[in-house]
T-cell receptor, first 110, second 112 residues
Framework: RKEVEQDPGPFNVPEGATVAFNCTYS??????FFWYRQDCRKEPKLLMS???SGNEDGRFTAQLNRASQYISLLIRDSKLSDSATYLC???????????FGTGTRLKVLA | EPEVTQTPSHQVTQMGQEVILRCVPI?????FYWYRQILGQKVEFLVS????????KSEIFDDQFSVERPDGSNFTLKIRSTKLEDSAMYFC??????????FGPGTRLTVL
């Protein structure tokens, strides 16, 4: 099993739609999880950290499911500007490194 | 808002040459990182640096690579004897005690 795994997509959705991505991780003891957004040929930008209790920021909601070892990102009322690649990032326990998934590409269509 | 900066934005070099990529992390941050992203592939961890020493490195970070924090602000990645497969985007990142990292805009390295 890969350390961090994401469906690469692309997810093509109309404006206003709700879309959800999942990301699975292999190390059950991992504690720190993040969603980053990456636009083409740009640096990753933090979207949100994922806490055990979940996290919501406007139209974005992140959840952690420890039993099944995945995190999710829900985007409501999609905007054209949400088109990007969404990166799942995990910091395994006892390490300084951060493991990135391959990213899920989202295209929001007018 | 403070940000991580990187120079140059694009570096072109000949195979076998040495390159130094430079980063200025956010000033109160304590942990520094280098990542690379080959075109079309995922972001890969190279090395982390804390308290003036390497705290962790990946299997990619072999003897060809080195990092340095020569003064209180710069953080550099040196790649000796570059190979074609070193062509990639190199990102620097930094964080304070919290585990949230902030990335610089990257240096695109092209090895010819």
């Amino acid at each position: 099993r890969k350390e961090v795994e994401q469906d690469p997509g692309p997810f093509n959705v109309p404006e206003g739609a709700t879309v959800a991505f999942n990301c699975t991780y292999s190390n059950s003891a991992s504690q720190s999880f993040f969603w980053y957004r990456q636009d083409c040929r740009k640096e990753p930008k933090l979207l949100m950290s994922v806490y055990s209790s979940g996290n919501e920021d406007g139209r974005f909601t992140a959840q952690l499911n420890r039993a099944s070892q995945y995190i999710s990102l829900l985007i409501r009322d999609s905007k054209l500007s949400d088109s990007a690649t969404y990166l799942c990032v995990v910091n395994p326990p006892g390490t300084y490194k951060y493991i990135f998934g391959t990213g899920t590409r989202l295209k929001v269509l007018a | 808002e403070p940000e991580v900066t990187q120079t140059p934005s694009h570096q072109v070099t000949q195979m076998g040459q040495e390159v130094i990529l430079r980063c200025v992390p956010i000033s109160n941050h304590l942990y520094f990182y280098w990542y690379r992203q080959i075109l079309g592939q995922k972001v890969e961890f190279l090395v982390s640096f804390y308290n003036n020493e390497i705290s962790e490195k990946s299997e990619i970070f072999d003897d060809q690579f080195s990092v340095e924090r020569p003064d209180g602000s710069n953080f550099t990645l040196k790649i000796r004897s570059t190979k074609l497969e070193d062509s990639a985007m190199y990102f620097c990142a930094s964080r304070e005690v919290s585990d949230t990292q902030y990335f610089g805009p990257g240096t695109r390295l092209t090895v010819l």
